[in-house]
């Protein structure tokens, strides 16, 4: 049973992250001309490495956001029927499993194609449109998903495209000196990344057969840098009450930062943050009513982050903060030296949301939710994405005993729709929100 | 001691590895390791003067470990969660792991949170494997391995102790492989479930314990006369960290087939490849995870230049398989990736074969025993009218 909700309460949404809408078709459109346009197409999953790409002129195509991207419009579902038909399961990561699907659909096209007895994709499936790579680069953290999906990408595509691995290792941090951004372990295993992003230039050099361009990385990584503080500055302003901006204004914000073009993200964060300052200013927050304060834990469900967004609202709750976006996509930008970047990028791609053990990870989350002083946690249960589910009973266990706080816990996925229960999320936030509101009666 | 009396200690050590640990342990007084699978080197943590062994999958239930990791892990994750949350590891004084599939790393996070007493040492071995600088690598992190278990112990693991180790688990894999060779003859009909207690003893026994009782076993069956093996031939092929169900492959053999080969990890690919006995030996260390990947390839790691499909096909060739029988942990995220390759290689090929999804909870055997029953069925048929 369902509390009864008013239904005219709606997210108050930030105006300039519509912004973003455009340029993420605009990244697309630019994607799906790349192979008339004659240029190298990079397939790639994980890491940002999206700068050293762009500065080589390769269009680059992140997995990830392939299949964000298709089910953020409710069009994943042919690449995922793509996938399942060769005989990959439905418990395996969806990002992946979306993503193989494209690479199917695409080996299967140009397969009919060639023997003539088939029929092309219709115009409208953007899974089959996804244009096949001229090299894939892995470059994972903490998933080791990550790297045999690239590997059965390789597989899929016949074995012809050059491949190269990064490896990224998990930061353990079980030695005295072990810590978020230090420690032995910190410094060795930063070294030893940057060492294979040099190896991976050179295999950029040998695909593209030109000298790379290492000014042009630079004046990127200054972008982005800056980029990153300006929206960390904005994100630090939502610790105001009323908060100014939802987690799902950052998930919508995650695309400029992580894998558009990088002309132009300065300009982005700057109009939001401009929006954001003016919404404290005016003391406006991203919900109508500012009742609870919550924390997200988990990764994103890209089907439902416009109708998360508006239950929450419903609800008088103002998701201020995640471990998504809170802790990922160029997170610590003090790090990038823009006039010598690789250690930096390095750096960046090893403190993914999950890439600490849970010790550091766990510290991390707690100071997050005593910053942004909230109420509860919301955690999302992603059925395929076991890197984010790994330290979830450890996240709630340390929420509830260190800062007393509500957890609900709700299950539901990256891109697969079918395991989202909005029941199970209603009836659970609802006693979540019940039991914050009892004892706030007590206090 | 006659072959039955040996197989009866192994399946007694297998059946009972925390049993057997904590027995050696009250009767040696030294330290016990324990190891996730697939690649950490027991010989290091031999040299060193402990009992290395590779944490087993319980057949109990999940109980409290339901709440620590979620449902839709693979039962060997679970079962080491739920284990550690139960103190059934008290016996561990240690527990070392280098792989890192995401599963195991939650698993392993989730266990160093319950054993507050127990070390948990880690070191990230690269799962790329022909890369120029894999080898390195590979030696980097044994090299670190090898540093944290002295720094555990308070000693150091001299190299002259590494080779000793090295030869014994060599010896091990030797002998265990002269097995499977008198298997597909038919000198050592071994069961399956029988042969799974020879290599699953070896992960937990203490070794020059096993390798006494193995060199009397082989000794016992290469005098033995090679004897007919009636029914379908079969390879049995996945199953990774955790060992498949004896009642599983009782039910396959009950079925009208006979095993002859595999490459489970509780099976033929734990025992693949030696390591070198000359040189360096963290080098060959190094080498020998590098080269148990090209003897047997494991979806665990990528390499772009070798195919766990093709191996497959040339094994079952090598055995005169009938055909095969694939056994999937639920949710093993690697071996999902893999298999539609070997699904399309098998039916490039037309060599029938049989997914099974196993789980750690009961399984619904009669139903599997159809399938099973039905497969072995179209086996003999095509048999026949070929």
Known sequence: MNISVPHDKRANKLKSTRIAGKLVNDYWQMVWRAKEEGKLICWYEGSAINPFLEAADIC???????????????????????????????????????????????????????????????????????????MIISAYAYCSTGQQWDEMTSRVFG?????????????????KD?????????????????????????????????PYPWDRLRAMMADIRRASELRLEAMELCTNTPAPASFFDWVVSIAPINNLPVDGVVQYFETVLAEVKARVAAGEGAVPTEKYRLFFDGIMNWNKVGWLAEKFARY??????GRYTHMAFWQEPSLINPQDPVLGMAQNYLICPNNHASPILIDLIMGLCE???VDGMVIHASRTCRAFTNPQFLIADAAHKRLGLQTSMFEGDVTDESFYKDELLNSRVEAMFEAIDSRRLLV | MDSQQILGIFAAAANDPLGYARAWKDRTGRPVIGSFPMNFPGELAHAAGTLPMILQESPDPITVGHGLLFPFYCGYTRS????????????????????????????????????TQTRVIFFQLISSMCDPWTQGRSEESFAALRAELEDLLGAPVPDAALHDSIRLFNRNRVLIRKLYDMRKTGKAPLRAAEMQHVVKSSMIMDKAEHTALLEQLVAFHEQAAPQAQPGMRLHLSGHFCQAPKPEILSMIEDCGAIIVGDDLYHGFRYISTDVPEIGDPIAGLARWYLDRNTGVPCPTRVQNNVDWDAYLLDAIAEERADGMIVLMAKFCEPHMYYYPEVKEAFEARGVPHLLIETEHESMALEGLKTRVETFVEIIRRRAAAA
């Open chain 1, 159 to 175: 074995k012809k495209i050059p491949i190269f691995n990064v490896s990224l290792p998990w930061i353990w941090g079980a030695k």
């Open chain 2, 80 to 115: 080491m969660v739920d284990q550690a949350a139960r103190g059934d590891f008290d016996v561990l004084d240690a527990i070392m792991f280098g792989d890192h599939c995401v599963q195991l790393l939650g698993a392993a996070d989730a266990i160093r949170v319950q054993l």
């Open chain 1, 316 to 321: 008088d709750a103002n998701v201020v903060a």
């Open chain 1, 178 to 210: 072990a810590g978020y951004l230090r420690g032995q372990e910190w410094e060795e295993t930063s070294r030893y990344v940057e060492r294979q992003l040099y190896d991976m230039v050179k295999f950029i050099e040998e695909r593209t057969g030109k």
């Open chain 1, 60 to 134: 680059w195509v992140h997995g990830e956001a392939y299949s964000a991207m298709l089910a953020a419009r409710h069009q994943e579902v042919k690449a995922q029927q793509a996938a399942e038909e060769r005989g990959y399961m439905k418990e395996l990561c969806s990002y992946a499993r979306t993503h193989l699907g494209c690479a199917v659909s695409n080996q299967r096209t140009r397969n009919d194609t060639d023997t003539g007895i088939a029929f092309g994709p219709e115009d409208d499936d953007l899974s089959a449109k996804l244009p096949p790579p001229d």
């Open chain 1, 371 to 373: 910053k942004f002083k």
